[in-house]
T-cell receptor, first 116, second 115 residues
Framework: AQKVTQAQTEISVVEKEDVTLDCVYE???????LFWYKQPPSGELVFLIR??????QNEISGRYSWNFQKSTSSFNFTITASQVVDSAVYFC?????????????FGTGTRLTIIP | EAQVTQNPRYLITVTGKKLTVTCSQN?????MSWYRQDPGLGLRQIYY???????DKGDVPEGYKVSRKEKRNFPLILESPSPNQTSLYFC??????????????FGPGTRLTVL
């Protein structure tokens, strides 16, 4: 069965500091997909990134970067020069590439607070 | 504007009083799904539908029903709500079932409290 672990329940950093959110996953499939979602205080879920298991290249998007390491089954998310608007709950999720219900299995989330 | 809408956004009800949370998408998506979000548990899938008249259970279907009579609508029905169904509910949709390649759009969430 697939599983996603976000060991950091809450993190607080001072504005402009860098912060890394950890995500460790378990799956028996060789084909799978990893995601990060942001849930700001308003409550909606905002899609940030999707990465497939065959692409281990790290990705950078502005102040956001993602480090995918199959060897450690991790898909960590780093925010550089954090801003108050980054305060949110962040979810890591996994989907196995099976035919049929490609449901998302979510981690328990990390609440990130950026202190001005 | 492409979106998934849910109604109501907030609901307080009492045990045993049947309720329906509506979900509608305007993107002609085939795949729709319901999740519930609970503290310390993340989001868990309740039911999903791969197309009209095709629905199936997710990980936590007990106490819920769904229907998919039209492509755009996927209501979540609680026939006899209980306090353990107090949660934040999200509806989601994607063009096809392939979350791996299709972007999944989430609704704004419905916060349900069952007293």
């Amino acid at each position: 069965a697939q599983k996603v672990t976000q060991a950091q329940t809450e993190i607080s950093v001072v504005e402009k500091e860098d912060v890394t959110l950890d995500c460790v996953y378990e799956t028996r499939d060789t084909t799978y997909y990893l995601f990060w979602y942001k849930q700001p205080p308003s409550g909606e879920l905002v899609f940030l990134i999707r990465r497939n298991s065959f692409d281990e290249q790290n990705e950078i998007s502005g102040r956001y970067s993602w480090n995918f390491q199959k060897s450690t089954s991790s898909f960590n998310f780093t925010i550089t020069a954090s801003q108050v608007v980054d305060s949110a709950v962040y979810f890591c999720a996994l989907s196995e590439g099976n035919f049929g219900n490609e449901k998302l299995t979510f981690g328990t989330g990390t609440r990130l607070t950026i202190i001005p | 504007e492409a979106q998934v809408t849910q109604n109501p956004r907030y609901l307080i009800t009492v045990t045993g009083k049947k309720l329906t949370v509506t979900c509608s998408q305007n993107m002609n998506h085939e795949y729709m799904s319901w999740y519930r979000q609970d503290p310390g548990l993340g989001l868990r899938q309740i039911y999903y539908s791969m197309n009209v008249e095709v629905t199936d259970k997710g990980d936590v279907p007990e106490g819920y029903k769904v229907s998919r009579k039209e492509k755009r609508n996927f209501p979540l029905i609680l026939e006899s709500p209980s306090p353990n169904q107090t949660s934040l509910y999200f509806c989601a949709s994607s063009l096809y079932y392939r979350i791996s390649t299709d972007t999944q759009y989430f609704g704004p969430g419905t916060r349900l409290t069952v007293l």
